[in-house]
């Protein structure tokens, strides 16, 4: 039985708004980055949506981060059927929705709410190209890194 504890949380914010909170899961708590993308223990990351999100906007918005961080040409297309399969999983999320991303050391493996599952995607690479874009050197978003990196407090306590 794997034991896994609560690294860090982030809010992802765009202008204003409160899109989601996301809690990163892991074996053995870290604030770098580079150990937890190359490490092979499990790692849960969770979403939660605190606004509707599009289908279409969920999909623009990986394609752009994909595009961006797959690396070399050949990279790129040896990744892109991990891509569409996981593009396939696309729907419309609604506020207070669950999205869970497990990652083993062969896979990672996507739930919407703990009841929707999806087939795994037997790609090592593509869930560390999905954890950079989260919370690697190069994510897309400073403070939702900070967060989940556990070196910034989303809230204080009271």
Request: aromatic share 12%.
């Amino acid at each position: 039985n794997i034991q896994i504890e609560l690294n860090g949380v982030g809010l992802k914010r765009v202008f204003i708004f409160n899109v989601f909170y996301a809690g990163l899961y892991l074996e053995d708590s870290t604030d770098d980055a580079d150990v937890i993308i190359q490490s092979n223990e499990h790692k849960v990351g969770v979403i939660h949506a605190v606004r509707n999100i599009e289908k279409k906007r969920l999909v623009d918005l990986w394609n752009d981060e994909f595009d961006r961080l797959c690396g070399t040409e050949d990279e790129c297309k040896a990744l892109q059927p991990y891509h569409d399969e996981f593009l396939s999983y696309a729907r419309d999320v609604k506020k207070d929705e669950r999205l869970y991303l497990i990652s083993f050391p062969d896979r990672f493996e996507f739930e919407v709410n703990q009841d929707e599952t999806f087939d795994p995607i037997y790609s090592p690479e593509y869930g560390k190209l999905l954890q950079n874009s989260l919370f690697g050197p190069d994510a897309a978003d400073a403070e939702l890194k900070k967060g989940l990196l556990g070196q910034k407090k989303v809230c204080k306590a009271s």
